[in-house]
């Protein structure tokens, strides 16, 4: 007799909602300076120079050879961008906005214009190179040891993140496969950074892997092991020494996983 | 009497001030009650020794006038600075409170002393010295401090606040109070429309910065630690532009009535004020920049540039009757950028400690007078005013705040939340800045000076007492998220990692803005101010031996704090284990998970933490090193186990700021030619170029893995001996071209072979961990030789 192991819990419309920063919301400001771009009124005064900005905006990302090629006016670049429809019924409704941003966006990763992006591309992100995680982030765009990131995969991996829709939830035709943006599959994302083999298991020395990379050196290797191993054994229910992706997921029951893995401007 | 020299007194001087000195350092914990009675001693035994009267060419003498203020004034900092240290020894306390709270004791302390003791506070406040000396550093500060970024982004609902709330609470309270005024029973009939709007204009004048490292723990949202931030900058210039154009009316009206042009005139005044203020900022703050542009060779003087440029727009401003305090914050907020790049890393360090060294000596001194004029006779005691004043602060506030906000947010993609509003209007503590306003009142046009500054102290000991120890209980109040803390060690961990993995996504998503004048001005920075103000190239060496520098600071502290904490903590814990892992008393858990929210990596944020009165090393700077060098260390590693690798261009990215590089350094093409046969130059993944490592027996590599840990931040000064193997060529030549710089860098060895093991532990985990992937970042060193990856994936699959 277990319990339901993992609820699809609908979204806490006051946490999406304008509420979202709260005080204390590590979101911080980031995504308002995203938001305004998704209002189409506000986008249209953008004007031709518009497929410039996320170039701007993410200005670590440096020049791109033949950026000018990237100029261009609104219509014409979003027909540039390969299988839009067929991408977005994948990729549950990513905004055309968004689509064209995202766009945008990896073609200015894409320093050489190779039409796809590759590790290195992404290594040069600065941000990342100062995340504990960066490696395993960027592991994670490059599913089954591909070296080529191409536009489609670019935009599935970040539809992780978009924003639990809930009108969209209530309307979901239940044969239909989850969304990517479904708590499930967020808890899928975050689970497969801890695991590396792809067992479907956390192990212990995963999980020591996974604390090594987050917690500072003052710790030492003592007690991070046992950590480690107080954190397995509070998660392992059926005694294999192992947290499996159910385990995971139910002893994140009650946190706010909608919230915690949404960019809102990937709306 | 004329012989009364330079001799005699000096000796004794100096005795006394060790006296002082050792009486104070000898109880050094929290001794504010031996200083003070160090003090009264001294100041008894002066007042004595001064009133005693010279006849004859003495032997020893005592010239206390003489050095009295200097004297007095050095005695009070130093007194503060020992209480702040016994502040921070306890660990509760800054947390509990303010750091103001503690300044104004200190103060209180002190004028107790002088009341006490009848003694004569020198006369050191008065209107041009508060204007002339004390003003500009604490202006100069937190505009230098400021994150620029956000405050651009921001920068509408920041003015809409920031001026506006000051001007609605100057007019509000005065108004307000000169209605009191009009009720005859209190007995303030006196006080005529002007003072009282002077006095509102005063008080308007809020410092929330004290409270800022109050609730910095508490990680208020980056919009609302803007706004906070943005007010304490803004604020001070406003109120005291209204002041001045006020006291200007006052003495207008001394003589004649106020007509509505002169009212039409004050208002055009005030805006042509401001905005004079700010472009005379903005100028000196491009001269100061284009100067420092040349200092390479003479990089001493790269300080006192700053300085005194920002100095001087604060002083032309003045002398054109523009606000200073305007000039000196655009010129800060003008010049910080540039001048960081330009200058070298030491006067960089030398601006930052000599700015927040300056600002919190004159706040020091101005609380010390609060406290000399709290404690004393000067005082009017009218309950109607004063408690009148206390209310309508907070009522103006209050309806400042949501009305504003209000309106503000209809604008806004994302509005300020209810919560947050209140935390702005609990946050309007005021501080030295109201004080000094009202001290400096002319008591020829003020004749109830006494009643404001009175009033004016009540209030700041209100709201930096009160409502400065209650911000941080409240904010985690309202902060919900905080209320469940109850979390298992799996929550906490995970919890973490989705936010890095957010953070991550973000950065790979961008950053996107709709400002099209930042954007616009970015564009403009870019082709024409940077080219004119930023120098073209950084002399190599000093770049490539500060990044050496950098490395084996950190690393050195790397290598201790791990020494240290693992002598403290590790036998428990292992006792623990060996016994029996299973059961784990609810202590060792909790502890564990204290240990997990203290040294897991925060995750990045944009607003670096604020702190007033301290320059608190980076914990996100320091943490960014420490992963760079963690991931370079398993980078070599995975290196000398043969892994090939993918060479890729060099990036011309470029984020860490305390770096001062240029936008994008040319590549010395000797360096480039080097690295040419490692180089992949279409920068893709597309075939590694093989290198073999057959050179390398395994006995070697392991003992080259033994070396490693001296290896990261000497590079190849212990390498001469062993064979020439990849990464040694690498960094050889890299040293060749450029590294005179740090390569006589000599280091306590022991210190390296006691931790070995530390170290290795480490390694020996990454090597296993085959997607901690190799990364050396181009961070550090824009434009350097290399950039590295390699695929785990592939090898794993």
């Given at each position: 007799?277990?319990?339901?192991?993992?609820?699809?819990?609908?979204?806490?419309?006051?946490?999406?909602?304008?509420?979202?920063?709260?005080?204390?919301?590590?979101?911080?400001?980031?995504?308002?300076?995203?938001?305004?771009?998704?209002?189409?009124?506000?986008?249209?005064?953008?004007?031709?120079?518009?497929?410039?900005?996320?170039?701007?905006?993410?200005?670590?990302?440096?020049?791109?050879?033949?950026?000018?090629?990237?100029?261009?006016?609104?219509?014409?670049?979003?027909?540039?961008?390969?299988?839009?429809?067929?991408?977005?019924?994948?990729?549950?409704?990513?905004?055309?906005?968004?689509?064209?941003?995202?766009?945008?966006?990896?073609?200015?990763?894409?320093?050489?214009?190779?039409?796809?992006?590759?590790?290195?591309?992404?290594?040069?992100?600065?941000?990342?190179?100062?995340n504990p995680l960066g490696d395993r982030i960027i592991d994670s765009f490059f599913p089954d040891?591909?070296?080529?990131?191409?536009?489609?995969?670019?935009?599935?991996?970040?539809a992780h993140f978009r924003p639990v829709d809930e009108e969209e939830e209530g309307n979901r035709d239940p044969k239909e496969p989850e969304p990517l943006n479904s708590r499930m599959n967020k808890l899928r994302f975050a689970f497969q950074l801890y695991d590396l083999d792809r067992d479907g298991k956390i192990s212990r020395h995963e999980m020591l892997q996974a604390l090594r990379l987050m917690v500072g050196v003052q710790v030492t290797e003592e007690q991070l092991e046992s950590i480690a191993d107080r954190t397995v054994q509070e998660a392992d229910e059926d005694g294999d020494g192992a947290v499996s992706f159910l385990e995971f997921a139910k002893s994140l029951e009650k946190m706010n996983i909608e919230q915690k893995m949404s960019i809102r401007i990937l709306k | 009497m004329g012989v009364r020299g330079l001799v005699p007194f000096c000796p004794w001087d100096w005795?006394?001030?060790?006296?002082?000195?050792?009486?104070?350092?000898?109880?050094?914990?929290?001794?504010?009650?031996?200083?003070?009675?160090?003090?009264?001693?001294?100041?008894?035994?002066?007042?004595?020794?001064?009133?005693?009267?010279?006849?004859?060419?003495?032997?020893?003498?005592?010239d206390y006038d003489y050095v009295q203020i200097p004297y007095e004034v050095t005695l009070w900092i130093l007194l503060a600075s020992l209480a702040k240290i016994g502040f921070h020894l306890n660990r509760r306390l800054p947390r509990l409170m303010p750091e103001s709270c503690l300044l104004i004791l200190v103060g209180a302390l002190v004028g107790a002393v002088i009341f006490g003791t009848d003694h004569k506070s020198p006369p050191v406040m008065d209107s041009s010295i508060y204007f002339l000396y004390l003003l500009p550093p604490i202006v100069l500060e937190s505009g230098y401090f400021m994150p620029t970024r956000p405050f651009f982004e921001n920068l509408g609902s920041?003015?809409?606040?920031?001026?506006?709330?000051?001007?609605?609470?100057?007019?509000?309270?005065?108004?307000?109070?000169?209605?009191v005024c009009q009720v005859p029973a209190f007995g303030l009939g006196d006080v005529n429309l002007l003072q009282n709007l002077l006095f509102g204009s005063l008080m308007s004048a809020v410092d929330p910065v004290a409270v800022l490292?109050?609730?910095?723990?508490?990680?208020?949202?980056?919009?609302?630690?803007?706004?906070?931030?943005?007010?304490?900058?803004?604020?001070?210039?406003?109120?005291?532009?209204?002041?001045?154009?006020?006291i200007a009316f006052t003495k207008m009206h001394k003589f004649e009535g106020i007509e509505p042009v002169d009212i039409l005139a004050g208002c055009a005044r005030f805006i042509i004020v401001g905005c004079g203020g700010v472009f005379f900022g903005v100028i000196f703050g491009f001269i100061s920049a284009f100067i420092t542009r040349f200092t390479q060779n003479i990089s001493a003087i790269e300080p006192l540039i700053v300085f005194m440029f920002s100095y001087l727009s604060y002083l032309v401003a003045e002398t054109l009757y523009l606000s200073g305090i305007l000039a000196i914050t655009a010129c800060a907020v003008t010049m910080k950028k540039?001048?960081?790049?330009?200058?070298?890393?030491?006067?960089?360090?030398?601006?930052?400690?000599?700015?927040?060294?300056?600002?919190?000596?004159?706040?020091?001194?101005?609380?010390?007078?609060?406290?000399?004029?709290?404690?004393?006779?000067?005082?009017?005691?009218?309950?109607?005013?004063?408690?009148?004043?206390?209310?309508?602060?907070?009522?103006?506030?209050?309806?400042?705040?949501?009305?504003?906000?209000?309106?503000?947010?209809?604008?806004?993609?994302?509005?300020?939340?209810?919560?947050?509003?209140c935390v702005i209007f609990y946050s309007g503590v005021r501080g030295a800045g109201s004080f000094s306003l009202a001290f400096l009142l002319p008591l020829s046009l003020f004749p109830r000076k006494k009643l404001f500054v009175t009033a004016t102290l009540v209030v700041i000991y209100f709201t930096v007492f009160i409502q400065g120890i209650t911000v941080g209980p409240l904010v985690r109040y309202l902060d919900?998220?905080?209320?469940?803390?109850?979390?298992?060690?799996?929550?906490?961990?995970?919890?973490?990692?989705?936010?890095?993995?957010?953070?991550?996504?973000?950065?790979?998503?961008?950053?996107?803005?709709?400002?099209?004048?930042?954007d616009k001005f970015k564009k403009f920075d870019h082709k024409y101010l940077r080219k004119v103000l930023i120098r073209k190239n950084l002399p190599k060496s000093s770049l490539v031996s500060?990044?050496?520098?950098?490395?084996?600071?950190?690393?050195?502290?790397?290598?201790?704090?791990?020494?240290?904490?693992?002598?403290?903590?590790?036998?428990?814990?292992?006792?623990?284990?060996?016994?029996?892992?299973?059961?784990?008393?609810?202590?060792?858990?909790?502890?564990?998970?204290?240990?997990?929210?203290?040294?897991?990596?925060?995750?990045?944020?944009?607003?670096?933490?604020?702190?007033?009165?301290?320059?608190?090393?980076?914990?996100?700077?320091?943490?960014?090193?420490?992963?760079?060098?963690?991931?370079?260390?398993?980078?070599?590693?995975?290196?000398?186990?043969?892994?090939?690798?993918?060479?890729?261009?060099?990036?011309?990215?470029?984020?860490?700021?305390?770096?001062?590089?240029?936008?994008?350094?040319?590549?010395?093409?000797?360096?480039?030619?080097?690295?040419?046969?490692?180089?992949?130059?279409d920068g893709s993944d597309s075939e590694p170029p093989p290198i073999m490592f057959s050179t390398h027996s395994p006995k070697e590599s392991i003992q080259e893995r033994r070396w490693a840990p001296e290896v990261i931040p000497m590079r190849s000064l212990h390498r001469a001996g062993t064979p020439p193997h990849f990464g040694y060529r690498r960094n050889a030549s890299r040293e060749e071209h450029l590294g005179r710089g740090g390569r006589a860098i000599l280091r306590p060895k022991p210190l390296f072979h006691a931790v070995d093991e530390e170290f290795e532990s480490e390694e020996e985990s990454e090597e296993e961990a085959p997607a901690f992937g190799s990364l050396l970042s181009s961070e550090l060193r824009p434009g350097r030789d290399c950039n590295l990856s390699h695929s785990p994936l592939l090898q794993r699959k």
């Open positions: 007799m277990k319990p339901p192991v993992v609820r699809a819990r609908p979204a806490d419309p006051a946490a999406l909602g304008p509420a979202f920063h709260s005080p204390g919301s590590r979101v911080g400001g980031k995504e308002r300076r995203g938001s305004g771009a998704w209002l189409p009124a506000k986008a249209a005064a953008f004007g031709p120079g518009a497929t410039r900005r996320p170039r701007l905006g993410g200005g670590r990302g440096g020049r791109r050879p033949g950026g000018s090629s990237a100029m261009g006016s609104r219509s014409s670049h979003a027909a540039r961008i390969p299988d839009v429809d067929s991408l977005r019924r994948e990729t549950g409704s990513v905004s055309q906005a968004s689509l064209r941003r995202l766009y945008d966006r990896f073609q200015a990763l894409d320093r050489t214009g190779k039409g796809y992006l590759s590790r290195l591309d992404l290594q040069q992100i600065g941000a990342l190179a100062v040891g591909s070296l080529r990131l191409d536009f489609p995969g670019f935009v599935r991996v970040l | 005795c006394l001030l060790l006296a002082t000195l050792q009486c104070c350092g000898a109880s050094s914990e929290l001794n504010r009650s031996t200083d003070s009675s160090a003090q009264r001693e001294l100041n008894v035994r002066f007042a004595a020794a001064s009133s005693q009267p010279a006849e004859a060419i003495s032997v020893f003498t005592l920041i003015l809409w606040w920031a001026g506006l709330g000051a001007l609605l609470n100057a007019f509000g309270i005065g108004l307000s109070l000169y209605l490292a109050v609730f910095e723990e508490a990680r208020v949202n980056e919009q609302l630690h803007m706004m906070i931030f943005g007010e304490a900058l803004l604020n001070d210039g406003i109120s005291v532009v209204l002041y001045n154009i006020l540039y001048v960081e790049e330009n200058v070298s890393q030491t006067s960089y360090t030398t601006i930052k400690y000599f700015m927040k060294m300056l600002s919190s000596v004159s706040e020091t001194l101005i609380f010390i007078f609060m406290g000399v004029s709290t404690i004393g006779k000067n005082h009017e005691w009218n309950w109607a005013f004063i408690c009148f004043t206390l209310v309508f602060c907070q009522i103006w506030r209050a309806i400042s705040v949501f009305v504003l906000f209000y309106v503000s947010n209809r604008f806004r993609t994302f509005p300020f939340s209810v919560k947050d509003q919900v998220r905080k209320t469940n803390k109850k979390e298992s060690i799996n929550e906490e961990l995970h919890a973490r990692l989705m936010d890095h993995l957010k953070a991550g996504v973000e950065d790979v998503c961008g950053q996107w803005s709709h400002y099209q004048v930042r500060l990044y050496k520098k950098l490395e084996m600071k950190q690393a050195i502290e790397m290598v201790e704090s791990g020494v240290l904490s693992s002598t403290a903590f590790s036998t428990p814990h292992q006792a623990q284990r060996t016994k029996e892992t299973k059961r784990l008393s609810p202590e060792d858990v909790e502890s564990m998970r204290d240990i997990l929210t203290r040294n897991m990596y925060q995750v990045r944020q944009r607003t670096l933490s604020y702190n007033k009165y301290n320059l608190q090393p980076q914990t996100s700077e320091k943490q960014a090193k420490e992963i760079l060098i963690r991931r370079r260390n398993t980078f070599r590693e995975s290196m000398k186990k043969g892994h090939s690798l993918p060479w890729g261009k060099p990036a011309g990215t470029k984020n860490i700021r305390y770096l001062s590089f240029p936008y994008s350094s040319p590549l010395p093409a000797g360096r480039d030619m080097k690295v040419a046969e490692f180089t992949d130059h």
